[in-house]
């Protein structure tokens, strides 16, 4: 038997309703015939009836379908089981409310083997069926707290800093874990990420930025490469982008290793001025254009807070 040339991981928490979907849009893929790849479910310890489902969909579908159960709890721990698990040259991930597009898997083999490259990333559009509220202002960046990426119609090397491919959709050579190992599992989301203990992002950020610093730069945005996000309800209340927004401050802050001259109560001094700065300038919004143009600057405040707190947390020895 050849050895798999790709593999798709899907990571998974609670969510076996999402999985049939999800494996059905793989299962559509065009532009692969002769390829060798497979899809493997990660189910962090979810206690519905997910092997049940992933069993029945592996009989169903006429593509490879495997099974794994990965005991400890958060998605960068199932990541890394997903790594482990396969011998592929590449891998990617797909989240369990993701769409990919028919020709997803041609588009991410055409990135690699055209670029020889590190990294490939493509569109992450959201579920048309989706309404969003008029706070979700299309003249920011908040689309992309949803996991919305769009950089237009070209290719282009991205430089792992600025831009990188979002977890929604993102697909590596398996050189990378050679050159940099595997993600941090002290972050990114734990359980369904619906609490303030659960709800944390930036590990795919980590991750690029350490590929970075290590010479990883031929990563490839690749448009042809599209998923759409199926949103949760929960996903498009204020309370989320709060806390999603605080929590990034907060866990950036605590695993900050920077020394700092000048601190108050373990918090760098300078911190306290932009943050005086910062909610002036959401109170100036607030009162002149109304809360819902004001929220986006409600989450800067609330992640310097975060960030605050970090700060204070890590000068206690608290991580």
């Known amino acids: 038997m050849a050895r798999m040339e790709f593999t798709v991981i899907i990571c998974t928490y609670k ?7 999800c494996l059905r849009h793989l299962a559509a893929q065009k532009g692969v015939d002769g390829r060798q790849w497979e899809t493997l479910v990660v189910d962090n310890n979810s ?3 997910t092997p049940e489902v992933v069993a029945a969909l592996a009989k169903e579908l006429p593509i490879a379908v495997r099974y794994v159960r990965e005991s400890e709890q ?5 990541r890394n089981r997903g790594i482990r698990e396969s011998d592929s040259t590449y891998f990617s991930y797909v989240d369990d409310d993701i769409l990919v597009s028919q020709g997803w898997l041609r588009a991410l083999f055409h990135g690699f083997e055209r670029n020889d490259a590190d990294a490939v990333g493509g569109r992450i559009h959201l579920d048309p069926s989706i309404r969003l509220p008029a706070w979700i202002r299309p003249d920011t960046d908040m689309r992309g707290f949803l996991g919305y990426q769009d950089f ?38 734990k359980g369904e990420g619906r609490t303030r203990s659960e709800l944390f992002k930036g590990a795919e950020t980590d991750y690029f ?3 970075a610093a290590a010479g990883g730069t031929r990563i490839v945005y690749e448009p042809n490469a599209i998923v759409y996000h199926r949103v949760m309800p929960f996903q498009i209340e204020k309370r989320y982008f709060r806390t999603i927004h605080f929590n990034a401050g907060y866990q950036r802050a605590l695993h900050d290793d920077t020394p700092f001259r000048g601190t108050l109560l ?12 910062a909610f002036r300038k959401y109170l100036g919004q607030a009162l002149t254009r ?3 143009f004001a929220f986006r600057q409600q989450m800067n405040v609330g992640h310097m807070l975060g960030t605050m707190l970090g700060y204070r947390r890590r000068s206690r020895g608290t991580r």
């Open 290 to 292: 109304g809360p819902d």
């Open 47 to 49: 206690p519905d009836e």
């Open 15 to 21: 969510r076996a309703a999402n999985l049939p979907t």
């Open 209 to 211: 930025h350490r590929l």
């Open 152 to 189: 237009g119609d070209e290719p282009f090397f991205m430089d792992g800093k600025s831009r990188y491919p979002f977890g929604g959709n993102m697909a590596f050579h398996r050189r990378v874990v050679e050159r940099i190992g595997y993600f941090d599992p002290r972050l990114g989301r």
């Open 266 to 277: 373990g918090v760098p001094r300078f911190y306290y001025g932009q943050l005086a700065r």
């Open 74 to 78: 958060g998605l960068n721990y199932a």
